[in-house]
């Protein structure tokens, strides 16, 4: 720290701090425009000058760092005639037009100086003989180039803040003007993040979207909550006007996302007031569904599953929990499951996308949650990326990750296809489909070969030490690189390079994806990864680790919180007899009454459904029409079970196939908690009303276990269910809404005076022993293979620009306006060996289904392989994936499918 005056008042900063930043910190506010704390400093404005005892002329505060000693003037007649002089001839050339759609900052300081009366202006405003001309393209945002005043913000914002450079200038001296790309947005590679209008401080770009409508002094009030779309967790500010949300910006010096947002973040929203929304109870009768009254709905469904249960037994019932939902919400649900129906049947989408990664995790270290806060992304030495499109699906982590290799950071990127992220990486190992065992253990193979082992950690924090080590290194002795590279088709040079470059970086951090779990060998794949990880000991250590980031805003929390059919929350399975007695003393039920038997998971549940075991199931806020693998196989389930009951907020490919529909809430709706990525609780708060009749999802699932005779507390609110579900949930017990308030917490969080937990295992693993545990595993090729049939393999994946089954996506206009159809990727060798071109209409089929969709010739792919992504339901990619599980996580392979395509 350093002591410093400023106007004769003493402060404290640490050394080297910006001047400028310490200032407006300490509510000193010296004026300026181009200065932004997320930024590199300008110095374009001037308006920011202040004098510097030993310095000469007037220095602009927001180029010079603060020293011992010394002494500043920020304010003084000198100083604030200069300032007003300056913004003079800003105005000169600046359209100070307003109409109260975004925040001016130019405005505020207009009237500050005076400069509001025009008898005050030096000059005339000379604007209007400049030919600017507005660019209107981009489908967020409008740039108005007369209310530019060239402070560089939004160009560094999208350098700095986002990683992506698409923003510079053109032109020269007073015509010049700011272009996306090579010309105009629209035409550009800007992917509608909006860093750039958030960090505009004049109005020259705003975001389209409720312009016409939107006017900030009728804003009615500003709602801090959680982005509902991917696992990052971004803190967002809603703007409420007249009952609707009408623009959404990012938080600002809060993590997760230090006020960056993607597009969905931004601009996702418009779902919320759909005409579409579901309203009220729907009954079908005689195959039509028809508007009833909550009575009417829940006396139905608390007589259909009562009769099923006593009929069948409670494990002919099971539910489906979202990862979507609070964890409120989901907490009440699986209690709903395991004391109303009396069946450990629940489960959720996490099944299909991270459970092999959880499982293998648990099984090797203790836990299935990422071991690193997001700002390690940044900051460690190298990261080795695997099956994992961070860009697109996860937007801000990306962020961190292209500002850490802006530094210097070593990415090794592993994917069969290419990803934006490829290009900032050090190397790009692109194996074959299925071979991911293969490839990992040859890793390992070069990293013992080269002495690259850590043998002290593994003596001390290995499970069997060197001789458990003994056993991986025999048997991944035949995975030499050119044996890897025969099984790959990666080159023995690049397997090479990032075996060494994971293995002797100071730090090295792992960031997993569903490229790697949703496989049938997805428990190996990840058994490899941390066998790779364990023998370097790059883990228990700060920026060390493995993260797999989640796809959905509370894939984390569910989990956490107990909506599995094998564990309770906090992790602890259900045949601890234990945790089962003090769970039932918590929740007021027979001990006896709370099963020690695991239930199925979500694939089991619907194949026990087409045999018949299963005769009713709870679908809360998922859509398995769209997310369940083998879907000609989940559609005959659902018919031939005897009653479903979906619980959401649009109709979707699911809901055609329940006997009740009831509307319920979305995430802008209600109050409650999320879990983000790096295990971080996030408060949600409650913006607008639900429309209609519809409720929030707890209120429906509490009255629905009263109608069965399995009543619950009289909750008053949201906080009083977290406080529960923190007395059942060993690593959230010291968590509470009264300590949200002060900012997020990252379990584990054992009592109320525990600060959180950023880094996990920087003492031991959350295993028995206290250990990690190597498993050695063997590459077994894939099952499913190609041939002549069927000669290429589909891969699948996400979009940037939508969110999983799209419900809420392809309900907003902007996400639609940038992609709004499905498509299949090629390699350009394939389409001229099948005859196709580029828009081509063609017709996928598999051994279980067929689709159609158009082509686009890529070689993003590999030869031999295809990608297509999967939200879009005119094109359901999972007709053509297929239901064989993973032994252990029970996941489906939705990486790989044998496919033929046919030109129509």
Same mark, same amino acid.
Not at 180 to 199: H, N, P, V
Not at 211 to 238: A, F, H, M, S, W
Not at 538 to 562: H, L, S, Y
Not at 859 to 869: A, H, K, L, S, T
């Given at each position: 720290?350093?002591?410093?005056?400023?106007?004769?008042?003493? !402060?404290?900063?640490?050394?080297?701090?910006?001047?400028l930043?310490?200032?407006?910190?300490?509510?000193?506010?010296?004026?300026?425009?181009?200065?932004?704390?997320?930024?590199?400093?300008?110095?374009?404005?001037?308006?920011?000058?202040?004098?510097?005892?030993?310095?000469?002329?007037?220095?602009?505060?927001?180029?010079?760092?603060?020293?011992?000693?010394?002494?500043?003037?920020?304010?003084?007649?000198?100083?604030?005639?200069?300032? $007003?002089?300056?913004?003079?001839?800003?105005?000169?050339?600046?359209?100070?037009?307003?109409?109260?759609t975004?925040?001016?900052?130019?405005?505020e300081?207009?009237?500050?100086?005076g400069?509001?009366?025009?008898?005050?202006?030096y000059?005339?405003?000379?604007?209007?003989?400049?030919?600017f001309?507005?660019?209107?393209?981009?489908?967020?945002?409008?740039?108005?180039?007369?209310?530019?005043?060239?402070?560089?913000? /939004? *160009?560094?914002?999208?350098?700095?803040?986002?990683?992506?450079?698409?923003?510079?200038?053109?032109?020269?001296?007073?015509?010049?003007?700011?272009?996306?790309?090579?010309g105009?947005?629209?035409?550009?590679e800007?992917?509608?993040?909006?860093? /750039?209008?958030q960090? /505009?401080?004049?109005?020259?770009? +705003?975001?389209k979207p409720?312009?016409?409508?939107?006017?900030?002094?009728? *804003?009615?009030?500003?709602?801090?909550?959680?982005?509902?779309?991917?696992?990052?967790?971004?803190?967002?500010?809603?703007?409420?006007?007249?009952?609707?949300?009408?623009?959404?910006?990012?938080?600002?010096?809060v993590s997760?996302?230090?006020?960056?947002?993607?597009?969905?973040?931004?601009?996702?929203?418009?779902?919320?007031?759909?005409?579409?929304?579901?309203?009220?109870?729907?009954?079908?009768?005689?195959?039509?569904?028809?508007?009833?009254?909550?009575? @009417?709905?829940?006396?139905?469904?608390?007589?259909?599953?009562?009769?099923?249960?006593n009929?069948?037994?409670p494990?002919?019932?099971?539910?489906?929990?979202s990862?979507?939902?609070?964890?409120?919400?989901?907490?009440?649900?699986?209690?709903?499951?395991?004391?109303?129906?009396g069946?450990?049947?629940?489960?959720?989408?996490?099944?299909?996308?991270?459970?092999?990664?959880?499982?293998?995790?648990?099984?090797?270290?203790?836990?299935?949650?990422?071991?690193?806060?997001? @700002?390690?992304?940044?900051?460690?030495?190298?990261?080795f990326?695997?099956?994992?499109?961070?860009?697109?699906?996860?937007?801000?982590?990306?962020?961190?990750?292209?500002?850490?290799?802006?530094?210097?950071?070593?990415?090794?990127?592993?994917?069969?296809?290419?990803?934006?992220?490829?290009?900032?990486?050090?190397?790009?190992?692109?194996?074959?489909?299925?071979?991911?065992?293969a490839?990992?253990?040859?890793?390992?193979? *070069?990293?013992?070969?080269?002495?690259?082992?850590n043998?002290?950690? !593994?003596?001390?924090?290995?499970?069997?030490?060197?001789?458990?080590?003994?056993?991986?290194?025999?048997?991944?002795?035949?995975?030499?690189?050119?044996?890897?590279?025969e099984?790959?088709?990666?080159?023995a040079?690049?397997?090479?390079?990032?075996?060494?470059?994971?293995?002797?970086?100071?730090?090295?951090?792992?960031?997993?994806?569903?490229?790697?779990?949703?496989q049938?060998?997805?428990?190996? %794949?990840?058994?490899?990864? !941390? %066998?790779?990880?364990l023998?370097?000991?790059?883990?228990? $250590?700060?920026?060390?680790?493995?993260?797999p980031?989640?796809?959905?805003?509370?894939?984390?929390?569910?989990?956490?919180?107990?909506?599995?059919?094998?564990?309770?929350?906090?992790?602890?399975?259900?045949?601890?007899?234990?945790?089962?007695?003090?769970?039932?003393?918590?929740?007021?039920?027979p001990?006896?009454?709370?099963?020690p038997?695991?239930g199925?998971?979500?694939?089991e549940?619907?194949?026990?459904?087409?045999?018949?075991r299963?005769?009713?199931?709870?679908?809360m806020?998922?859509?398995?029409?769209i997310?369940?693998?083998n879907?000609?196989?989940?559609?005959e389930?659902?018919?031939?079970m005897?009653?479903?009951?979906?619980?959401?907020?649009?109709?979707?490919?699911?809901?055609?196939?329940?006997?009740?529909?009831?509307?319920?809430?979305?995430?802008?709706?209600?109050?409650?908690?999320?879990?983000n990525?790096? $295990?971080r609780?996030?408060?949600?708060?409650?913006?607008?009303?639900?429309?209609?009749?519809?409720r929030?999802?707890?209120?429906?699932?509490?009255?629905?276990?009263?109608?069965?005779?399995?009543?619950?507390?009289?909750? $008053?609110?949201?906080?009083?269910?977290?406080?529960?579900?923190?007395?059942?949930?060993p690593?959230?017990?010291?968590?509470?809404?009264?300590?949200?308030?002060?900012?997020?917490?990252?379990?584990?969080?054992?009592?109320?005076?525990?600060?959180?937990?950023?880094?996990?295992?920087?003492?031991?693993? %959350?295993t028995p022993?206290?250990?990690?545990?190597?498993?050695?595993?063997?590459?077994?090729?894939?099952?499913?293979?190609?041939?002549?049939?069927?000669?290429?393999?589909?891969?699948?994946?996400?979009?940037?620009y939508?969110?999983?089954?799209?419900?809420?996506?392809?309900?907003?206009?902007?996400?639609?306006?940038?992609?709004?159809?499905?498509?299949?990727?090629i390699?350009?060798?394939?389409?001229?060996?099948?005859?196709?071109?580029?828009g081509?209409?063609?017709?996928?089929?598999s051994?279980?289904?067929?689709?159609?969709?158009?082509?686009?010739?890529?070689?993003d792919?590999?030869?031999?392989?295809v990608?297509?992504?999967?939200?879009?339901?005119?094109?359901? +990619?999972?007709?053509?994936?297929?239901?064989?599980?993973?032994?252990?996580?029970?996941?489906?392979?939705?990486?790989?499918s044998?496919v033929?395509?046919?030109?129509?």
């Amino acid at each position: 720290m350093v002591t410093f005056t400023i106007d004769n008042r003493t !402060i404290q900063a640490p050394d080297g701090s910006n001047l400028l930043d310490v200032a407006r910190r300490n509510g000193i506010a010296i004026p300026g425009l181009c200065y932004h704390h997320k930024l590199t400093p300008t110095g374009a404005c001037r308006l920011c000058l202040v004098k510097v005892e030993g310095m000469n002329g007037l220095i602009a505060s927001c180029t010079v760092k603060v020293a011992e000693g010394m002494v500043v003037t920020a304010f003084d007649p000198e100083l604030e005639e200069t300032r $007003r002089f300056l913004l003079n001839y800003l105005l000169y050339e600046h359209n100070d037009s307003y109409d109260g759609t975004y925040s001016d900052e130019m405005r505020e300081l207009i009237f500050r100086y005076g400069l509001d009366k025009p008898e005050n202006r030096y000059l005339k405003p000379n604007w209007e003989k400049i030919n600017f001309k507005k660019d209107d393209s981009s489908p967020v945002l409008t740039y108005d180039p007369s209310k530019c005043i060239k402070c560089f913000r /939004c *160009i560094k914002a999208c350098d700095e803040v986002q990683g992506k450079n698409v923003l510079s200038f053109t032109e020269r001296g007073i015509n010049s003007f700011i272009i996306a790309g090579t010309g105009i947005w629209g035409g550009s590679e800007c992917d509608g993040c909006g860093e /750039c209008i958030q960090l /505009c401080p004049t109005g020259a770009i +705003v975001e389209k979207p409720n312009r016409d409508i939107i006017n900030l002094e009728r *804003i009615e009030k500003k709602i801090i909550t959680t982005c509902p779309y991917c696992g990052v967790g971004c803190q967002i500010e809603l703007l409420v006007q007249d009952g609707r949300i009408v623009r959404s910006n990012g938080v600002e010096g809060v993590s997760p996302n230090d006020g960056r947002l993607c597009i969905k973040g931004r601009f996702g929203y418009e779902f919320v007031h759909s005409p579409d929304r579901l309203t009220k109870p729907l009954i079908k009768h005689n195959g039509l569904f028809e508007e009833v009254t909550w009575d @009417e709905a829940f006396d139905l469904i608390a007589k259909k599953f009562t009769e099923i249960k006593n009929k069948y037994g409670p494990n002919a019932l099971a539910g489906y929990a979202s990862a979507k939902c609070t964890n409120e919400d989901n907490y009440l649900f699986q209690k709903f499951v395991r004391t109303a129906f009396g069946t450990n049947n629940i489960d959720y989408c996490t099944r299909l996308c991270h459970a092999s990664t959880v499982t293998a995790m648990l099984k090797a270290i203790g836990d299935g949650a990422g071991s690193n806060p997001i @700002e390690d992304f940044e900051t460690t030495d190298c990261l080795f990326v695997i099956g994992n499109n961070i860009i697109e699906t996860h937007p801000i982590t990306a962020t961190y990750v292209k500002r850490g290799a802006a530094k210097g950071q070593k990415i090794i990127v592993v994917d069969p296809k290419w990803t934006p992220l490829v290009p900032y990486a050090t190397v790009w190992l692109q194996p074959k489909l299925g071979t991911d065992v293969a490839l990992l253990n040859g890793l390992v193979n *070069i990293i013992i070969k080269n002495g690259w082992i850590n043998r002290k950690f !593994i003596e001390e924090r290995v499970e069997g030490g060197m001789e458990a080590f003994n056993r991986l290194e025999k048997l991944t002795a035949t995975y030499s690189s050119a044996y890897a590279s025969e099984i790959t088709g990666v080159q023995a040079s690049k397997l090479e390079m990032a075996a060494r470059l994971f293995a002797t970086s100071p730090t090295s951090m792992i960031a997993t994806g569903m490229g790697m779990s949703q496989q049938v060998t997805g428990t190996h %794949n990840v058994f490899c990864l !941390i %066998n790779m990880m364990l023998i370097t000991g790059q883990v228990g $250590r700060e920026k060390c680790g493995i993260n797999p980031p989640r796809g959905q805003n509370n894939v984390q929390g569910a989990t956490d919180v107990g909506c599995s059919p094998l564990n309770f929350p906090g992790y602890i399975p259900v045949k601890d007899d234990d945790n089962r007695r003090r769970v039932a003393e918590v929740w007021g039920v027979p001990y006896e009454s709370l099963s020690p038997e695991p239930g199925l998971t979500t694939v089991e549940i619907m194949q026990a459904a087409y045999e018949g075991r299963i005769k009713g199931i709870f679908i809360m806020g998922e859509n398995p029409m769209i997310s369940d693998p083998n879907l000609n196989h989940t559609e005959e389930a659902l018919k031939r079970m005897e009653f479903v009951v979906v619980q959401d907020i649009f109709q979707t490919e699911t809901t055609r196939f329940a006997d009740v529909i009831l509307p319920a809430s979305t995430w802008a709706e209600k109050e409650g908690t999320y879990v983000n990525s790096d $295990r971080r609780v996030l408060r949600g708060r409650k913006a607008v009303e639900c429309p209609g009749e519809a409720r929030v999802d707890w209120k429906i699932i509490h009255e629905l276990a009263g109608r069965m005779g399995k009543p619950m507390p009289e909750y $008053r609110n949201e906080s009083e269910i977290f406080d529960e579900l923190a007395r059942v949930t060993p690593i959230l017990a010291g968590i509470s809404y009264a300590r949200l308030e002060q900012g997020s917490i990252q379990w584990p969080c054992p009592d109320k005076d525990h600060p959180g937990t950023q880094t996990l295992y920087l003492d031991r693993f %959350n295993t028995p022993t206290g250990r990690g545990k190597l498993f050695p595993v063997e590459y077994i090729p894939q099952n499913e293979k190609a041939d002549a049939d069927y000669p290429l393999i589909l891969n699948s994946g996400r979009l940037l620009y939508h969110y999983h089954t799209a419900t809420m996506s392809r309900r907003t206009k902007v996400l639609r306006d940038f992609i709004d159809e499905s498509f299949v990727l090629i390699h350009p060798g394939d389409a001229k060996s099948y005859g196709l071109t580029h828009g081509a209409r063609v017709r996928i089929e598999s051994r279980r289904g067929e689709l159609e969709t158009i082509v686009r010739i890529s070689d993003d792919v590999r030869e031999g392989e295809v990608f297509m992504p999967w939200h879009f339901t005119e094109s359901q +990619v999972n007709r053509l994936t297929r239901d064989e599980l993973d032994p252990y996580s029970r996941i489906a392979p939705f990486k790989l499918s044998a496919v033929r395509i046919t030109k129509i």
